[in-house]
């Protein structure tokens, strides 16, 4: 339980991954009706924690509350700058009876929030508060799955500690339940297709007002069965599909338009964080060469400074 890397098979806890999937967009739509809207919707995400996931302090009133994923004693928490704090154990449970739990734990602290109950970026959705098809919770899988965000937070820190350029928070996205952070060259981008499910066109364009390279770690799904690390440019410069990027079992998804790197890759390499770092340099000076980014405006050297 305690493996910093340990195995995730998606076919092992799929529909937990899903059920969770759901209940994050509940909990990160909450954050969302009551935050001011930041760039490239950096108000909804989530962040990781030594215990799980947590919205980060959310305005209300004259205070703020905030909702934590408490993956180790299994419960979701919720507090408020005025001392009090609510909330229930994860347990299986349908997602429509996740919401109502939480909206009645929010409605106690004297929090009223009402959010939008349909999923995005998932095809053929059902409401969150209709949802009774999705209920598991394999506290064991989630349980890896969380560990694996510590790790690959821990390291991308490093990574991004590289860049002096504008650059967006290690965050947690709920529409894809995907950890990214990403980088942006400085330029405006084209304007992006849109095209997302159940997601209005404006709020990705928006996301993609400027020229990016983005890296992260996904569990998987869809045309891609098991977990893995990705990293992508956009708008995506000539010959990005073919840069020769490390390490070798990396390689470029065209279903995804992403380079994509097995997480069992990592897991089983010698040295796991230098695997993760070298996937995310060498994808990202892929994109920023070919996309002539000024890379020497935009990194620094990481020798620590002379101290007193």
């Given amino acids: 339980m305690n493996e910093a890397w340990p195995s995730l098979p998606l076919e092992a806890w799929s529909d937990t991954l899903a059920t969770l999937h759901l209940w994050t967009q509940i909990v990160g739509k909450v954050r969302l009706v009551q935050t001011p809207w930041t760039n490239h ?32 004693d299994d419960r979701l928490v919720i507090r408020t700058s005025g001392g009090d704090t609510g909330g229930f154990r994860l347990e299986p449970q349908s997602v429509a009876t996740f919401y109502r739990r939480l909206m009645e734990e929010l409605a106690k602290l004297g929090v009223d929030v009402r959010i939008d109950p349909w999923p995005n970026e998932i095809a053929d959705p059902i409401r969150f508060d209709r949802d009774e098809t999705h209920h598991s919770y ?17 390291v991308l820190k490093t990574f991004r500690a590289r860049f002096i350029g504008k650059c967006s928070p290690i965050h947690f996205f709920w529409g894809a339940a995907d950890l990214a952070v990403t980088r942006f060259s400085g330029r405006t981008a084209p304007e992006h297709p849109g095209g997302a499910p159940h997601l209005p066109d404006w709020v990705t364009r928006e996301a993609y007002s400027h020229e990016v390279s983005s890296c992260g770690f996904w569990a998987g799904g869809g045309p891609v069965p098991y977990p893995v690390f990705y990293s992508y440019a956009y708008p995506e410069p000539p010959g990005f599909a073919v840069a020769p990027v490390l390490p070798k079992a990396a390689s470029y998804n065209t279903d995804l338009r992403e380079f994509i790197l097995p997480y069992e890759a990592v897991r089983l390499a010698p040295n796991p964080d230098d695997a993760l770092l070298t996937f995310a340099q060498t994808t990202y000076e892929a994109a920023a060469n070919l996309g002539k980014w000024d890379r020497g405006a935009l990194e620094r050297d990481l020798t620590p400074p002379a101290r007193v």
Wanted: aromatic share 16%; with cysteine; glycine share 4%.
């Fill in 41 to 72: 919707s950096w108000h909804v995400t989530l962040y990781v924690t030594p215990r799980g996931l947590t919205t980060s302090p959310i305005p209300h009133a004259n205070g703020s509350f905030s909702i934590d994923f408490d993956f180790c």
């Fill in 138 to 154: 394999d506290a064991e899988y989630v349980h890896r799955f969380w560990r694996i965000l510590v790790e690959t937070e821990r």
